[in-house]
C-alpha cells in the first residue's frame, strides 16, 4: 500500500487537573468547573503542542490532524481553525487535517466557508477540511438544539459547498440558515474546493452520507471488527453508488507510541490510559440527547461499549487487540503493517501524543516515526 | 390508583390530516387536559377523579408517540393551533383546558390565541415564562430517571409514581423517546418559555386558575406568580407536599380544585 498517507494527531489535552476528580461530576465534560482551569499552564501547552508539530512536518508526516471540542479538558482546541491557522504559517509541506469542525454547532456556517478558504490560501492549499456532527454533549455546550443535529449538519455543509464552488452573489434560503448575499470574498486556492473527510466512531447514518458524497470516512479508533463493518457498509454504498470504494476512501486512527527502547515505550504508552475510564462515564442524555441521533438503541448502545471497553481492558489486552500499538520502530512498524493492510486504509492517523508524555519523550517519538516508521511503512 | 372507576374510550380523531390520539371519559362539561414533558401515560387517577364531573378529554400531543408529529409542527404555538382545531372540529367549545408542565404552555398560547374556545383555564405548574430570581431545572441535561425523581415530593408514597415509574426503566428509545424527541424540539432553546408571553396574556379575560405544587424544583413557584401577575384575575393555589407533577402526586386534591374553580366560576 504505497500510497497510503501517514498523519500526526494529539489530542492537545490540558493536564492541569486530576481526572480522578471525574468521581464528582457526570462526566469530564460540560459542567466540570473551569476554576480548574489555569491559562498560564494552558499557554505553555498549546505552544508545545504548536512546538511538535513543527517536528511532525520537519520529519516527513504527510499531514496533521487536528479537532475540536468544547467544555473538554482533554481536547485544548476549542476552535479547529485557530489551530489550522497557526499551521498554516508555522508548517511547510504537511496537510492541515481537520477532522473536523462541528457543523451542527455552528450558527454561522458562511462564516466558517471563509475562515476555511483563509486557512487554504495561507497554508498555499494544504487544507484538507473535515465535516462532524459532533457528539451529543458538543450542542450542550453550545446550546444548539441537539434534535436539529442532522439537519444543520447537512445544510451547514450545502451551505459551505455553496459559498466555495457557486459564483456570487446568490441568495440562501433554508430551513435553519439564510442568507440575503452569499458573496464571499474569501475563496479556497484548491479547486473545486478543498479535500472533504469524514470522521466517526460507530454512527452507520455517517458512513452512508460520506460514501454518497465519495468524501473519505475516517474511523476514529473503533475496534478493528467494529472498524472493517464500517467499512464495508462505505464498500456497499459505494456500490450503490456506481462506484468502486478505494483505500483512499477510508482512514483509521491509531494510537501509537515509539520510543528507543522497549521498555521506554511502554511506560509511556500507559499515558493513553491517563483520564482513568472518563470516557466511560458520560450521561446518555450528554453522549445522545433525545433527538440527536436516530433512535436506534441497538446503535446507541453499540457505541457506548466502545469507549467503555477501551478504558476498561488492561494495557495489555489493548496491545494484543491493537487499540495501541507501542514500542520500538521495529515493533511497531510489523503492527501497522498489520492494521492497515487488514483494513486496507489510504490515511493512516497515527495518535502519537497524550497525557503526561514530555515534550522530550514526544519529539523523540515523532523523530522516530519520520526516521524509521513511516519509510518502512511507506516501501511496504 | 390502578384501576379506574369512570369508563373511558380511546379515540382517534382526524384532525387537518394528523390522527389525534385521545382518550375520553366521563360526563358533564368538556375538560381538555393537556400533559407536559412526561408524556402520554394513558388513562391516569387524577383523569379518573376529574370525570366524575366531567368529561375529560386526555390526548397524547402530537409527537409523542401515540399520535404522530405533523412535519409542519415544531413549536408551542404550533401545538395550541393544533387543539384549537380540535377543539372547533368538536363541536363542543368552548371548553375547560387544563395544562400540566409544558401542556401548561400549550394552554396559555391557546388563551392568547382564541380565547373564545376556553371557558376556563387551569395551569398547573406551567412552563413558558422566565423566572426573574430563580431558575428553571434543565431537565435536558439530566438522566430522565433523576428528572423523573425530582418531579415528585415524595414518589415513594405516590401511587402513580410507582405504578408508571416504580419498575425497570428503559434508558434508550422505547415509548417515551419521540415525546422527549419534541419537547427538545420545541423546548431546547430558549429553554421553556417564550418572553412575550407575559405581555400578550394581559388581555385573557378567560377565568383562570393556577396551581402550583409548593416544593415544584423543576419550575420555581415564581412563575405561578409571574402568571398570576400577567393573566388578569387569575387566581394562584398551592398544593402543600407536593413537586412539579399534581396530576400524579396529588390526583384527587388537584380534580377537586379544578373542578371546584371550574363549576363555581
Known sequence: MANTQYYYFTEQPYTGYDPAIQDEYPALRLTLPNSLYDPKLASELYNRYHDEYQVADEVGFDGIMINEHHTAPFCMQASINITGTVLAKITRHAKIVMLGNPLPVVDNPLRLAEELSMIDCISRGRLVSGFVRGGGVESLANNVNPAHNRERFEEAHDVILAAWTRPGPFRWEGKHFQYRVINPWALPLQKPHPPIMVPGTASTETVVWAAQHRYPYIVLGSFLEQTQELIQIYRETAEAEGYEMQPEHIGYLIRCFVADTHEKAQEQGKNFFWQNGALNKQPREWMAPPGYATVNVAGIRRLRAISRSFDSLAYEEAQKNYQLVVGTPDQVIEKLQYVRNLLGVGHLFLWSHDGYMTHEDTVRCIELMGKEVLPALRES | ?265
Open chain 2, 1 to 265: 390508583m390502578t384501576t379506574s372507576t369512570v369508563p373511558f374510550t380511546e379515540e382517534r380523531v382526524q384532525v387537518a390530516g394528523t390522527e389525534l390520539y385521545v382518550l375520553k371519559g366521563g360526563s358533564g362539561p368538556p375538560v381538555l387536559v393537556l400533559h407536559g414533558v412526561e408524556g402520554f401515560e394513558g388513562w391516569l387517577a387524577f383523569h379518573d377523579a376529574l370525570a366524575e364531573q366531567a368529561t375529560v378529554y386526555a390526548p397524547s400531543h402530537p409527537g409523542y408517540g401515540q399520535t404522530p408529529c405533523p412535519d409542519w409542527l415544531e413549536t408551542i404555538p404550533h401545538q395550541a393551533v393544533f387543539y384549537h382545531w380540535f377543539l372547533q372540529q368538536q363541536a363542543s367549545a368552548p371548553v375547560d383546558v387544563v395544562g400540566i408542565g409544558m401542556g401548561g404552555w400549550i394552554a396559555a398560547q391557546m388563551a392568547v390565541m382564541c380565547p373564545q374556545n376556553m371557558r376556563h383555564l387551569v395551569l398547573v405548574d406551567a412552563a413558558g415564562v422566565r423566572p426573574q430570581h430563580s431558575e428553571m431545572f434543565d431537565i435536558f441535561i439530566t438522566p430522565w430517571r433523576q428528572v423523573i425523581d425530582r418531579c415528585f415530593y415524595d414518589a415513594a408514597n405516590s401511587p402513580e409514581y410507582q405504578r408508571l415509574f416504580g419498575g425497570e426503566f428503559q434508558e434508550f428509545g422505547g415509548p417515551r423517546e419521540a415525546g422527549r424527541t419534541t419537547s427538545m424540539r420545541m423546548c431546547f432553546r430558549p429553554f421553556m418559555y417564550d418572553r412575550s408571553l407575559p405581555g400578550m396574556l394581559e388581555k385573557v379575560h378567560v377565568p383562570t386558575l393556577i396551581v402550583w405544587g409548593a416544593q415544584d424544583q423543576i419550575i420555581p413557584v415564581e412563575c405561578g406568580q409571574l402568571y398570576q401577575r400577567a393573566i388578569p384575575g387569575a387566581t394562584l393555589r398551592l398544593i402543600e407536599q407536593c413537586g412539579h407533577w399534581p396530576h400524579l402526586e396529588r390526583p384527587q386534591e388537584l380534580a377537586r380544585l379544578v373542578t371546584e374553580f371550574t363549576s363555581n366560576t
